[in-house]
């Protein structure tokens, strides 16, 4: 018997997958904050569907990197967060906005079978494919859950691109420039192994991405097709 699925103490929480009123009114107050200290520019937005189980996967600079991809979207993103973060006073705002816990330097079924949930319902995984900040160093090295996810459960990764979060107080009380481009979406194919995928996909993001925010991903091998 698995005493982690069966008896999992986050099971006794309700973890919201859909937008809600509240949800609007707290993206509202923030988005009201941003627009204090950066000017947002969007680009890409036709590339995103309307409806249906859908993955969006970003480059990750910052701790704010979740808003910026949710102002660029107009259906709730559902986030992984570190567990850690679900045992303070954060926890039911964090619920409230779609986000859920995942014990972080682990394989946490727990974790996995939320997200499945959350594509399972049509709605949206929000994941970044590195599974930890840059803090502007370049993409480094992905780890294929976001691949794999998506071979599961055989839905569209939509690559964004987020440049400017950590520049974001920088030029204050000067706003900074923030950039969030939805870049085409990758669908998996029957030939696509997680690795193979997972390739597809930071390559993708690379490429849209200024050359100094490329990393490991910066060169696409010879005879990559893509």
């Known amino acids: 018997m698995n005493t982690q699925q069966d008896f999992d103490p986050r099971d006794r929480k309700k ?17 009201i904050f941003f627009d204090t200290v950066t000017v947002i520019k969007l680009e890409g937005r036709e590339n995103f569907p309307l409806d249906g189980p859908v993955i969006i996967a970003a480059n990750h600079v910052t701790n704010f990197d979740a808003f910026p991809m949710q102002f660029a979207v107009p259906r709730a993103i559902c986030y992984m967060g570190k567990a850690e973060l ?8 964090l619920r409230v906005l ?12 727990w974790a996995l079978r939320h997200a499945h949930k959350v594509l399972a319902h049509g709605q949206i995984l929000g994941m970044f494919p590195e ?16 691949a794999r996810m998506a071979i599961e459960m055989n839905c569209p990764i939509i690559p964004v691109t987020v440049v400017g979060t950590d520049q974001v107080f920088k030029r204050f009380p000067h706003r900074s420039a923030l950039t969030i481009k ?18 597809r996909l930071m390559f993708t993001l690379a490429a849209g991405l200024p050359e100094s925010m490329r990393g490991v991903y910066a060169e696409v091998p010879k005879g990559f097709g893509g």
């Open 15 to 31: 973890y919201y997958l859909e937008d809600s009123p509240t949800r609007r009114f707290i993206f509202r107050l923030i988005r």
């Open 86 to 93: 679900f045992n303070t006073p954060l926890d039911l705002l």
């Open 98 to 109: 779609c986000a859920f816990p995942v014990n972080r330097g682990e394989k946490d079924e």
């Open 131 to 146: 599974g930890k900040r840059s803090k502007g160093r370049g993409l480094a090295v992905a780890k294929t859950g976001t």
């Open 182 to 199: 939805l870049l085409p979406p990758i669908l998996p194919n029957p030939n696509d192994t997680p690795l193979s995928l997972t390739d």
